[in-house]
């Protein structure tokens, strides 16, 4: 697959310590694994002058006190609060200019954020989205991507997990619904 670097941008999805790192909240090994791959992708996106991308997904102590039935922290556990090591983005994924990092408050790197009128203010159509996890952050920032009318092309190699399955069911249905797969060796900047 060929892109256009000036029409494509690398979403990197939540790489941050408390996903990625053995001490950190939600460790997934998987998300470890991804590292690796992810540094590959950003570093061949920058070296075609492409855009780069980076959300962190943070929260407050009391962003779900008052939930009728959203409540992050019920599920998951108190994670990635804002200001700590958690939250951070992970030593070998900074952000350095011109790169856009934006801090989400739920799934989807769309929801209340300037992810969108960013890109579109840019020309971009095309997300190489790579990141953790498939089937939570990846998945419904890829799902959004394709409801706000971007192609997102879901890098199946960069991409953390808890479970096998878990980033089976998430690739396949993007892959049916609303998106495209691809792997990095097949990824080419025009």
């Known amino acids: 697959m060929t892109f256009e670097p000036d029409r494509t941008a690398v979403v990197v999805v939540d790489m941050q310590n408390g996903f990625c790192h053995p001490e950190g909240s939600l ?21 075609a002058d492409a855009t780069v ?5 943070v929260h407050t102590d009391e962003q779900f006190e ?7 922290f019920e599920r ?3 994670h ?15 952000s350095r200019e011109p790169d856009l990092a934006i801090e989400k408050h739920t799934y989807d790197a769309f929801h209340e954020t300037q992810l969108d ?23 419904h920032t890829a799902a959004s991507a394709g409801l706000r009318d971007y192609r997102p092309i879901l890098v ?9 399955d878990h980033r089976e069911y998430a690739l396949d249905h993007a892959d049916w619904l609303f998106g495209e797969l691809t792997d990095r060796e097949s990824i080419t900047f025009a």
């Open 80 to 94: 990635v609060l804002e200001g700590s090591w958690d939250a951070e983005l992970i030593e070998q994924l900074q």
């Open 156 to 164: 199946e190699d960069a991409v953390g997990f808890i479970e096998d």
């Open 76 to 78: 998951w556990g108190e």
């Open 27 to 47: 460790y997934a090994p998987a998300s470890e694994d991804a590292i690796e791959p992810c540094v590959d992708l950003v570093d061949r996106a920058r070296e």
């Open 117 to 139: 009128g960013w890109l579109s203010a840019r020309g971009i159509d095309d997300l190489l989205i790579c990141g953790t996890l498939a089937n939570v952050c990846v998945l």
């Open 53 to 57: 991308v980076y959300t962190r997904d």
């Open 66 to 72: 008052d939930a009728h039935y959203y409540d992050e």
